[in-house]
């Protein structure tokens, strides 16, 4: 089978590690890729977001399976774009339609459809600059600290969690009126804070059967402690230690079942992931929002512990056959530390050549922004690499991933060094 993943992160790097490992798996593509991509497949230069391009790659290179790595492809309709394209429509393309996309690209269709089916999640309410007034008021209502949404996509950036309310009132206004996230922020969702423990469930479904994945926790601020700026994604580890058969019980009946059926009993074609990201608040899980697609750094920890064939998967996902498979887990634990560019989140100079990779055995490299440029590996991004482990515990293999670190370097290379600190 010829295979073609879109995207350039660490989340494409573990794509292109797992499928071409794949007895499946002939030809591999990846676009536009990085150098790390480049070890598996073959980098074509295409943007995500360009669909016609896609289309003659696809074409060309008899392209039967198309997974798709980031959200913006998704929430631009790409796989409408195939579904409506007699040439591409029996190709199989991993992600949703653009109705089951808008479950991420906008956080009030995401909440609407979790009141709709019963899902449990924090009370809510949106407003636009039309009635920022009434959001205010709305504000002086809720106990701090003040949770401010960005409806739309905000390249991960666009919630903020405030303990003042003169503040929260401030950026709300800033959000709504100045366009803080530009036209992410044109409808603001304000909810209620939830105090308790964060995680993330992955599903895999093919619109009426589902899997469950490994479960992760990622660690978003810059800062140790997590303080600081958020960022894309600083480290994670799976499993989550503290989900025992309980818990996941309940996020199975109160959450995976009811967000599938209701996907369903929408008539919304979703072939692909679902990540739910939850919170666990006194036992009880919720959901804090929906993502369409794997995440990152979360990828690079779940998918080296699925033994079964990813291709298998994804093929059967396309051709909803996914309760033919069985899906098999392995039951060590992986952690992930992402190495960034001095400055990230903020400004950062990009093109530093990176030394110690070919020095790395036991822990694997996932390339997330990086460039290939004379022969040398080169940084191309904030987030740059992720080094993950795989041992018996989290803890064992937090070690290794830090031990293997120190064999890395990239001139104001920095990383946390108490990734899984609260667990």
Avoid: W
């Avoid at 009030?108 to 205010?136: C, W």
Wanted: proline residues 4%; aromatic residues 8%; hydrophobic residues 40%.
């Amino acid at each position: 089978m010829n295979i073609l993943v879109l995207g350039s992160g660490g989340r494409e790097h573990a794509f292109t590690y797992m499928i071409a490992q794949s007895k499946r798996c002939e030809n591999l593509f990846a676009a536009p890729g990085n150098a790390g991509t480049a070890q598996f497949a073959t980098n074509v230069p295409i943007l995500v977001n360009d669909f016609q391009a896609i289309k003659d790659c696809v074409l060309e290179n008899k392209i039967e399976l198309v997974v798709v790595g980031p959200e913006d492809p998704l929430v631009n309709g790409i796989y409408n774009f195939f579904r409506e394209s007699n040439s591409l429509k029996d190709t199989i393309l991993i992600g949703p339609s653009l109705e089951g996309a808008r479950l991420e690209g906008s956080k009030e269709r995401a909440k609407e459809f979790m009141l709709e089916h019963d899902i449990p999640t924090a009370a809510y309410q949106s407003f636009t600059a039309v009635n920022l007034d009434a959001g205010k008021q709305f504000l002086e209502t809720l106990s701090p600290p003040y949770v401010l949404k960005a409806d739309g996509l905000a390249a991960g950036k666009g919630v903020l969690i405030i303990d003042d309310l003169e503040e929260a009132k401030t950026e709300l206004e800033n959000m709504l009126a100045h366009a803080k996230f530009g036209a992410a922020s044109a409808t603001v969702v304000i909810e209620e804070f939830l105090d308790g423990i964060e995680l993330s469930v992955f599903v895999l479904t093919d619109g009426v059967n589902y899997k469950i994945l490994p479960t992760a926790k990622d660690y978003k601020r810059i800062g140790e402690g997590d303080v600081g700026l958020n960022t894309g994604g600083m480290g994670a580890i799976s499993p989550v230690p503290f989900v025992d058969d309980t818990l996941m019980r309940k996020i199975e009946e109160r959450i995976v079942k009811p967000t599938v059926e209701g996907l369903k009993l929408e008539g919304i074609d979703y072939k692909g992931f679902i990540f739910i990201g939850l919170i666990k608040v006194h036992g009880e899980p919720y959901v804090i929002e929906y993502n369409v697609r794997m995440g990152d750094p979360e990828t690079e920890v779940v998918l080296p512990r699925i033994k079964t064939d990813l291709v298998d998967l994804l093929e059967a996902t396309g051709k909803q056959r996914l309760d033919k498979i069985d899906l098999e887990i392995d039951p060590r634990a992986a952690a992930t530390v992402m190495l960034v560019s001095g400055g990230y989140p903020e400004a950062y100079n990009k093109g530093k050549e990176i030394t110690g990779i070919e020095r790395i055995g036991d822990s694997i490299v996932f390339h997330a922004g990086t460039i290939q440029q004379e022969g040398k590996v080169r940084t191309n991004g904030g987030r740059v690499l992720a080094v993950t482990s795989l041992d018996n515990d989290f803890r064992k293999a937090l070690k290794k991933s830090y031990k293997n670190i120190e064999e890395l370097y990239f001139d104001r290379m920095y990383y946390r060094t108490d990734i899984g600190f609260d667990l």
